[in-house]
C-alpha cells in the first residue's frame, strides 16, 4: 500500500511539474532576490494519530503503542522562486500510547530487552528535525500572481528523528520522511496562516531499508501554523531600484538631457568668446585714447560689467531650471529617480575638465525663513558630497550657494521651487 501512494504522489509532482512549463507564460517577471531576502519564521500547533505498531524485529507483537498527539513547532522558510519554497522544522508531539500484553511476551522480551506491562497507558515524546520542499499548485497550473493571497500547494521531505517510549525506558533515533498536502493564506504583506494534512513515517536509521525491520511507526497530522515574512534586504531593494532605472526609455531621455546639456554649454562657451572678444577690443581701443575717451571707455566697462553680473543673476531664473534635482517637502535627500540627473551632470563635467559649477539650493514658501534657509544649503551640499564622493568630480570644480525661499516660482507649494540647480561660473 505504502509503494502505491509513493507512486501516485511522484506521478502527481510530475504532473504539476509539467502543467508549470505550460502555464508559466506571459506572467509578470519575478523579482530575484539575494539569499538573505524573503525568509520567514513561524511556529505550529499539530494534531495527530499515530496507530499500533503490530510487528518490530520481525515479533508480531504491539511494540509501540499508537495514541493520539498533541504537538508544537517552529518553521524556517524561503521562497526560492515563484510557487517554490524550501523550508526548515522542527516538530515535538507527546502522545498517549496503550501496550498490552500478547501471545508473544517471551518472543518480545528475547528480541529487545524489555518487557511490557499489562494494560499500560503512558505518555510519549517524539521530535523530528526536517528539510522539506514546497510546490505551489496554483502556480503550476495558473500564471503566477504576485496580488493572489491564498495558496495550495504540496510537500515532501525528509529528516532526523528521535521517539521516546516512556513503557520501556527505550530511545529511537531514527530517519523520518514526510509529505502531504497544504493551504496557505496571506493575512497582509508579512503574515501568512497555513493548514497542512501530511503523513510521516519514521525508522531506525540502521536499518531502514531491511525488509524484515521496516518502519517502527507512522503519523497523520494536521497541522496550523503562522509564518512572518523578515522581507527584503536594503542591499537588494537597491539593487532593484536601479534595474528599474535601466530601461531603453530612461537611457534614452537621459542620452536627450545630456545632448541638450553639451548643446547648451557649447552655446554658453560661444557667447562667452565673443563677449571676451569685445573686451579685449575695447580694452586695445581705451589705450589709444586721451582720458575723456578712457572716462568713456570705463563707463562702457562698467555697463558690461553690469551686464555679466545681470548675467549671472539672470541664471538663477533661466539657465538651470530644466535640469534642476527636486525634492518632496522638507526633504534633503536626493532620490533615486533624481539621481540620473546628478550622475548626468557629473558625465558633462568629466566631458569639459574646464567647466565650473555653483550648486545652488533652494526651497517653497512653507515653513520659516531660517528653517528654509538651512534647508536650501543642506540640499546643495549633499549634491555636491555626491558629485565628490561618488562621482570623482574635483572639489575646487563646485561651489555651493542657497537661497532659501528668496527665489521661487507660483504657488508656494510648486515643487519646481524644491529644487537644487546647477550654474556655469563665469569668471
Not at 18 to 43: L, T
Not at 146 to 166: D, H, K, M
Amino acid at each position: 500500500m505504502l509503494k502505491k501512494v509513493s507512486k501516485l504522489s511522484m506521478l502527481f509532482c510530475m504532473l504539476a511539474l509539467a502543467g508549470s512549463v505550460f502555464a508559466q507564460k506571459e506572467v509578470p517577471e519575478y523579482p530575484q532576490y539575494g539569499f538573505w531576502s524573503n525568509w520567514s519564521i513561524g511556529a505550529t500547533i499539530s494534531f495527530d494519530y499515530q496507530p499500533d505498531v503490530k510487528q518490530f524485529y520481525g515479533v508480531e507483537k504491539p511494540f509501540w503503542g499508537g495514541g493520539f498527539n498533541a504537538g508544537t513547532g517552529i518553521v524556517l522558510q524561503k521562497e526560492v522562486d515563484r510557487g517554490a519554497y524550501l523550508r526548515f522544522r522542527y516538530n515535538h508531539s507527546t502522545w498517549f500510547t496503550s501496550c498490552n500484553k500478547g501471545p508473544h511476551e517471551n518472543q518480545t522480551a528475547a528480541a529487545t530487552g524489555y518487557r511490557v506491562a499489562d494494560n499500560t497507558i503512558t505518555m510519549d515524546r517524539h521530535g523530528a528535525i526536517t528539510g522539506e520542499f514546497l510546490l505551489s499548485l496554483n502556480n503550476s497550473f495558473h500564471n503566477w500572481d504576485p496580488e493572489c493571497r491564498w495558496n495550495l500547494y504540496i510537500f515532501g521531505g525528509g529528516g532526523v528523528a528521535t521517539s521516546y517510549n516512556q513503557a520501556r525506558g527505550v530511545y529511537r533515533d531514527g530517519v523520518q520522511l514526510d509529505g502531504g498536502l497544504g493551504f496557505s493564506y496571506r493575512v497582509c504583506e508579512s503574515s501568512t496562516l497555513f493548514l497542512e494534512v501530511e503523513g510521516d513515517v519514521i525508522a531506525d536509521a540502521p536499518m531502514f531499508w531491511k525488509k524484515e525491520v521496516g518502519f517502527h511507526h507512522m503519523n497523520t497530522l494536521a497541522t496550523f501554523g503562522y509564518l512572518f515574512n523578515l522581507g527584503v534586504t536594503a542591499a537588494d531593494k537597491e539593487l532593484i531600484a536601479q534595474r528599474a532605472l535601466l530601461t531603453k526609455e530612461n537611457f534614452d531621455a537621459l542620452t536627450a538631457e545630456n545632448e541638450a546639456v553639451k548643446d547648451e554649454l557649447a552655446q554658453a562657451k560661444n557667447n562667452e568668446k565673443k563677449l571676451r572678444d569685445q573686451i579685449e577690443k575695447l580694452s586695445a581701443q581705451t589705450n589709444n585714447v586721451n582720458q575723456e575717451e578712457l572716462a568713456r571707455a570705463q563707463r562702457v566697462s562698467d555697463s558690461l560689467n553690469n551686464v555679466l553680473g545681470k548675467l549671472k543673476a539672470d541664471q538663477l531664473s533661466y539657465y538651470a531650471i530644466p535640469f534642476s534635482v527636486l525634492y518632496a517637502n522638507d526633504d534633503w535627500h536626493v532620490s533615486s529617480a533624481e539621481m540620473i540627473k546628478v550622475k548626468a551632470i557629473s558625465r558633462v563635467m568629466k566631458d569639459n575638465p574646464d567647466l565650473k559649477l555653483t550648486i545652488v539650493g533652494f526651497c517653497d514658501y512653507t515653513g520659516s525663513d531660517a528653517y528654509n534657509w538651512k534647508l536650501s544649503q543642506r540640499r546643495a551640499e549633499e549634491v555636491k558630497r555626491l558629485m565628490v564622493k561618488k562621482y570623482g568630480i574635483d572639489e575646487d570644480r563646485l561651489t555651493v550657494d542657497y537661497k532659501g525661499k528668496t527665489v521661487a516660482f507660483g504657488d508656494i507649494n510648486y515643487s519646481l521651487n524644491r529644487r537644487v540647480s546647477f550654474y556655469r561660473v563665469i569668471e
